[in-house]
């Protein structure tokens, strides 16, 4: 099946910063990722979705100056958490579609944790 | 926004003993897809559910869309501990986003 990396796996930093994540769709292109946040135990949250070469679509209550995302190229999504705050720390995992349909199986990539001290 | 209930939230089960679980939706689903997360992995899909009705099987996995399209389940017969996990529903009603269910963590002890 298509293969979507996430990197990196682990970040640390501290609060105040911002951290970029990066999703890439390894073997095919992806007009469309999503991003959904996972509390440890818990389900997967869609944050939003990302659209290649315009704007993302924000969930309700999800701070889009917050959590910016640029989709700039049809295989690579990027998250970025400014100014992180201790209750950032999560797993944000991305998802997409092979073919950029809107049906049909969701590829993950492996996640991404983040702690904010 | 729209979502998928799903239950229950833990099951523990005996080697050997059947297992499932269901999701549900207050408005009429587009189609629903089931995924499981193993401890530590990300999530993978397993299958898509689109027709009214629907039933569809791969080995010991049973899934079944219902009449209405608001509600799913997912059985497991006989479970090896090769199943533990937690299994997701995942619901689309238009658009390109799915939303998942809380999930059902599977603890199979042998």
């Known amino acids: 099946g298509a293969v979507v990396s996430q990197h990196p796996s682990r970040v640390i930093c501290k609060s105040g910063t911002s951290v970029k994540i990066e999703c890439r769709s390894l073997d095919f292109q992806a007009t469309t990722m999503f991003w959904y946040r996972q509390f440890p135990k818990k389900s997967l949250m869609l944050m939003a979705t990302?659209?290649?070469?315009?704007?993302?679509?924000?969930e309700q209550g999800v701070e889009k100056d917050k959590f910016l995302i640029n989709h700039a190229s049809l295989t690579l999504s990027t998250l970025t958490v400014t100014s992180a705050h201790p209750e950032d720390s999560s797993f944000y995992i991305c998802?997409?579609?092979?073919?950029?349909?809107?049906?049909?199986?969701?590829?993950f990539g492996e996640g991404s944790r983040l702690t904010v001290l | 926004g729209q979502q998928v209930m799903q239950i229950p939230q833990y099951q523990h089960v005996q080697e050997g003993e059947d297992f499932t679980t269901y999701c549900n939706s207050s408005t009429t689903l587009s189609n629903i897809q089931w995924y499981k997360q193993r401890p530590g992995g990300h999530p993978v899909f397993l299958i898509q559910?689109?027709?009214?009705?629907e039933v569809k099987k791969q080995k010991r996995l049973t899934f079944q869309f219902g009449e209405a399209k608001k509600n799913s389940s997912l059985h497991i017969t006989a479970t090896q501990t090769t199943d533990v996990g937690t299994y997701f529903c995942?619901?689309?009603?238009?658009?390109?986003?799915?939303?998942f269910g809380k999930g059902t963590s599977l603890l199979v002890t042998p």
């Open positions: 559910l689109v027709k009214s009705g």
């Open positions: 990302s659209n290649e070469g315009s704007k993302a679509t924000y």
């Open positions: 995942a619901g689309k009603w238009s658009g390109y986003a799915l939303n």
């Open positions: 998802s997409a579609r092979e073919g950029g349909g809107s049906t049909g199986e969701l590829f």
